[in-house]
């Protein structure tokens, strides 16, 4: 997959970064020929070239939210890549035109071996990736990329509790992430606790991804990045992008 003889792609995760560096980013993207891959509701920030869609009930809720704004969940002119589990019937209700279908056995991560693999006899990519932007990453590799940048993969605990329970800050590049933490006002005090364990969740996720990246990158020598603020600190270049 070398669209234009591009060996480099940018892959957009859903994080609030790539609203905070969108105009960073476009001008990123005018200076090679990038090949653009979209994780899931990026919000309209750009119109991917490929656009991942790997949790089939996250793609029908917000299908169903966007189309009931007038809006498609994928934009004209972008390339669905779906799972083979995702219910055709769903897909064609809110796209119905072609797509891309992989097949992937997630694993628990409680499993032997529950780091990416691709089984090449099956066809079927295999492992615990915890999240979309981990089999987006091995995805483009196993497509040809040379060359990876990721922007808007930020992390489920990049902000603080606080920040995220005033509504200061959110996961999502639409403002809709983590709901429950949005407004404090949603909460009594008897359940302050339930608030904790959740946000120690997120930040085990984050765990579990950043041990995906780190094997990503060593098993496979995969050449990737990430160019916006990231809980991923070893995988985080803060010096290409530039904000105004």
């Known amino acids: 997959m070398k669209i234009g003889g591009s060996e480099k792609a940018v892959i957009f995760g859903a994080g609030s970064s790539i609203v905070k560096y969108k105009d960073a980013i476009l001008r990123y993207l005018e200076t090679d020929n990038f090949v653009t891959i979209g ?20 793609f029908e809720r917000d299908a169903k939210m966007l189309a009931e704004k007038g809006i498609s969940v ?3 002119g972008s390339m669905p890549v779906f799972l083979r589990s995702c219910k055709k019937k769903i897909i064609k209700k809110y ?34 990736f915890i999240n979309t932007g981990c089999l987006a990453i091995f995805w483009a590799y196993r497509q040809g990329f040379k060359e990876i940048d990721v922007v808007g993969m930020d992390g489920y605990s990049f902000y603080s509790k606080d920040d995220l329970l005033s509504g200061e800050e959110s996961q999502h590049c639409s403002g809709s992430g983590a709901t429950f933490f949005k407004r404090k006002q949603y909460f009594d005090e008897d359940i302050e606790e339930e608030i904790d364990l959740m946000y120690d969740k997120m930040k085990y996720k984050d765990d579990k991804i950043n041990k995906t990246l780190t094997y990503l990158k060593t098993k496979y020598n995969i050449n990737f990045r990430i160019l916006t603020p990231t809980c991923y600190k070893s995988f985080y270049d803060g010096s290409v992008l530039k904000r105004d």
Request: aromatic share 20%.
């Open 39 to 58: 994780c899931k509701n990026i919000g309209g920030v750009i119109r991917p070239d490929y656009h991942c869609w790997f949790d089939s009930s996250a």
């Open 74 to 76: 994928i934009q004209k």
């Open 95 to 128: 796209w119905g035109h072609r797509w891309i279908t992989i097949d992937c056995n997630f694993t628990s991560w409680k499993a032997e071996n529950p780091f990416p693999r691709y089984v090449k006899r099956r066809g079927k990519y295999w492992g615990a």
